[in-house]
């Protein structure tokens, strides 16, 4: 008996499942996890960078603009001198000294004539055929303030002028402004590793940088989009990406500089502005991932203990239980679903072991009961074949002697004593014939019945029984046809008494009931099997009775003793032959027309049988 259990092996084997479900959860949580911890930590350091950027955005303005609202203050002072005072010149200059800032200072009455002017370097506002053509003599002119651009001195030194007319003459005042403030704006204040800061003119000139050469090459960025942002904010813009003009990603933000239309940037590479988050990331991906393998490989083992070792022990303890073995106990460790199921277990393989040996139990007494019953019924057959032999012979001498009475010889009958002895004959034969029968197959039962297996002549065997029953055939008027099929070899092997038996008393129940008509006798060869075939044109087998008249002292109907005579015991003496042949028998019929019987045997010759001896050695 072969079983087969699924192997643990299988791909989808439910530790597998469980496995992969449970990654597949710890993935999605600590992904979400650090999902949330990464946003976080990158929303609070760009709000870090944001008030960073901002603040010192905020204080740079400041710082500019103050330096221009002292210079403003400083020209109001000058604005309500009075020019005509004997030492004029001395006290602006003296003023003018006190103001870091200012190079240089210029006042001119309302013709262009200087009326005061002061200067620590090289002076720039005195040159007397440029001013009535500069501009901040023009817009003095007309009574507005002058703010000028960003200018460089021959020593690079940026400086402005600043200008408002002198209202006690309708004159002007000018001032130069060292503006190196703002190249210690942008270069002070520094953040950062990359933290950078500039300043740019409503034209997008770059007025100041940290890197001075790029103020030198008269850097424009009038066409650049954070320009174009800053310019249309009305206050502190943040630009949280971009590439700024140096074509590096940057965070930055941009402010407008009061009482100027000047803008500063400031701005940090995003690689330093972001570096926590990234380091961040790193972290929590290194973190994540031995977490992961941690969760996976604790839980694993957990559900190993849990729950696997012991649905293998379940396993293995069945396969113990088909091997056979009923003694097999599984191990409670808890008393959860699979504890229940192992106690299920063991209750089960207790009561199958205490089932199989009650049934062994029953199983010893049946054998017992069942060679008592063999040996009675080998007592019987052996009975029988005792009593019908010991029957025979006084039955022998019955007959010998009504033959001897019948024959005239000895002693003289009347015709009522001939008919009575004559009927003494009759049924004195029929009782030998019963008899007989009862000794086949009684022997046959018994198993004493040992076929030979001896090379014979179907063809011979054919003609013996021909000859047998054809005065029989006369005497009704029946035709008798023996078929021998060429194929058949010349020689079978096989006990050829006990084949005549099953020929002869097919025959004779042919003849038996037949009125008129024919008989055929066939031997037929099919492959390597033999057919021996009796048919008829008689009275036909009904076809209820076709499964019972192979039965001992079964006849198509109980009265056909009284007309055809017989014992009911020939077919199945033929059927329990054939059976001992490994044979077969059929049987067709239709009332009123005929019946064919039909020998299946296997084929037997000396060629078949040193193989099958060979093949059996
Ligand atoms: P019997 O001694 O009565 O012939 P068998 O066992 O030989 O006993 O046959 C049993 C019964 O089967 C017969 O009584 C008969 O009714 C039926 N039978 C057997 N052979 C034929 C046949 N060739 N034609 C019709 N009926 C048959």
Known sequence: MSQSVPSHHNIWSLRRVVLLVQAAGFFIILLAISTTVYSFIFSAERALWESRQSDFAITAARLVSNTLEQSQLFMDIINDLDH??????????????????????????????????????????????????????????????????LQFSSQNIPYIILARPYQKVRGAIAVRLNMEILNQ???????????????????????????????ERNTNIA????????????????????????????????????????????????????????????????????????AIVGSGLFLQRLVFDRIAQLQSATQQVI???????????????????????????ATLSKNTEELRHAR???????????????LKSEFLSTMSHELRTPLNAIEGFTGIMLSGMGVQLDAKAYSMVERIGTNSKRLVELVNAFLDISRIESGRMDLVNVPFSPAELAEKWRKQISVLAEQKGIMLTVNIDPALPEKLLGDDDALSKIGQNLLSNAIKFTESGRIVLEMK??????????????????????SYIFDEFRQVDGSSTRKYGGTGLGL???????????????????????STFTITLPLKTAQTQSTTEAVGS
Do not use: C
Not at 102 to 127: K, R
Not at 249 to 276: H, P, R
Not at 327 to 348: H, Y
Not at 572 to 594: Q, Y
């Open 525 to 546: 060869r099919d492959a390597d099997e033999w057919h021996i075939i009796v048919s008829d044109t008689g009275i036909g087998i009904p076809p209820h009775a076709r």
């Open 185 to 215: 704006v942008v270069e002070d204040i520094r953040f950062g590793e990359t933290g950078n800061a500039y300043l740019v003119n409503a034209e997008g000139q770059i007025l100041a940088h940290s890197d001075f050469n790029i103020v």
């Open 364 to 378: 010893d007494e049946a054998l017992v009961a069942k060679e008592i019953a063999q040996e009675n019924s080998r």
């Open 84 to 149: 005509t005072a004997p030492n004029f010149t001395q006290v602006v200059s003296n003023i003018a000294s006190r103001y870091e800032t200012v190079q240089e200072v210029i006042v001119l009455d309302g013709n262009a004539n200087i009326l005061a002017s002061f200067s620590t370097d090289a002076p720039v506002l005195s040159n007397l055929f440029t001013i009535r053509q500069s501009n901040w003599f023009l817009s003095t002119r007309g009574g507005e303030n002058y703010l000028g651009n």
């Open 223 to 294: 066409s650049r989009p954070e320009f174009q942002q800053a310019i249309n904010q009305a206050e502190l813009y943040f630009n949280a990406d971009y590439f700024n003009f140096l074509d590096r990603e940057v965070i930055g933000t941009s402010l407008k500089i009061e009482g100027t239309n000047w803008f500063i940037f400031s701005e940090v590479e995003q690689d330093e502005a972001y570096s926590t988050s990234a380091n961040a990331n790193l972290l929590l991906l290194g973190g994540f991932s031995a977490l992961f393998i941690l």
């Open 572 to 594: 199945a003496i033929v059927h329990k032959l054939v059976r001992l042949m490994n044979g077969t028998i059929r049987v067709d019929s239709e009332l009123g027309v005929g």
């Open 323 to 349: 091997a056979g073995d009923l003694t097999v106990q599984v191990p409670i460790v808890r008393m959860d679903e699979i504890g229940e199921l192992a106690t299920t277990f063991n209750t089960m393989t």
